[in-house]
T-cell receptor, first 110, second 114 residues
Framework: KQEVTQIPAALSVPEGENLVLNCSFT??????LQWFRQDPGKGLTSLLL?????REQTSGRLNASLDKSSGRSTLYIAASQPGDSATYLC?????????FGTGTRLQVFP | GAGVSQTPSNKVTEKGKYVELRCDPI?????LYWYRQSLGQGPEFLIY????????DSGLPNDRFFAVRPEGSVSTLKIQRTERGDSAVYLC????????????FGPGTRLTVL
């Protein structure tokens, strides 16, 4: 059974720092991996999707990498801003369903 | 519509009551998914529709939960004899044709069972 773990559970950093969020999964037979952002009381916003054949994806200040063989992905956020404060979820695609981690709650303070 | 919409945004009910949660997917999307997110947890898969039929309902926790999508568009998640443990945010997502297509999520319905 696929299990997804995210570390750390919470993170508080000053504005401007570069930071790394970690995601690990137990079954490397995935179609893709996706990083989402969730603001309090809101739905999920897709940030980056990495296909199983890819190693990384970039969008603006965000870079996500995937090492399928070791079951790991990282989300790198450059020059963090207070507006980045949210919960970040990773999810792996296992057939038609997404299997989510428990998220990293990020707070960026001015 | 422009995105996935869900109604109501909040629902408070008493233990033992019946509730219905509605999802309007992105127009033209044939695949629709329901997930449940408990406090402090990631979303957990409940059911997946391809068109009008449930292609995978392996995530439904028990027979009190049922979902329909009669015309292949709007879906309703139905919960009978609600229990306090059913309190969660219920998220709906749609994708253009299922498979590995990107899933787009709605804002969710927060269900509170007193």
């Amino acid at each position: 059974k696929q299990e997804v773990t995210q570390i750390p559970a919470a993170l508080s950093v000053p504005e401007g720092e570069n930071l790394v969020l970690n995601c690990s999964f137990t079954d490397s037979a995935i179609y893709n991996l996706q990083w989402f952002r969730q603001d309090p009381g809101k739905g999920l916003t897709s940030l980056l999707l990495i296909q199983s054949s890819q190693r990384e994806q970039t969008s603006g200040r965000l870079n996500a990498s995937l090492d399928k063989s070791s079951g790991r992905s990282t989300l790198y956020i450059a020059a963090s801003q207070p507006g980045d404060s949210a919960t970040y979820l990773c999810a792996v695609r296992n057939t038609d369903k997404l299997i989510f981690g428990t998220g990293t709650r990020l707070q960026v303070f001015p | 519509g422009a995105g996935v919409s869900q109604t109501p945004s909040n629902k408070v009910t008493e233990k033992g009551k019946y509730v219905e949660l509605r999802c309007d997917p992105i127009s033209g999307h044939t695949a629709l998914y329901w997930y449940r997110q408990s406090l402090g947890q990631g979303p957990e898969f409940l059911i997946y529709f391809q068109g009008t039929g449930a292609a995978d309902d392996s995530g439904l926790p028990n027979d009190r939960f049922f979902a329909v999508r009669p015309e292949g568009s709007v879906s309703t998640l139905k919960i009978q004899r609600t229990e306090r443990g059913d309190s969660a945010v219920y998220l709906c997502a749609s994708s253009s044709s299922g498979g590995v297509d990107t899933q787009y999520f709605g804002p969710g319905t927060r269900l509170t069972v007193l």
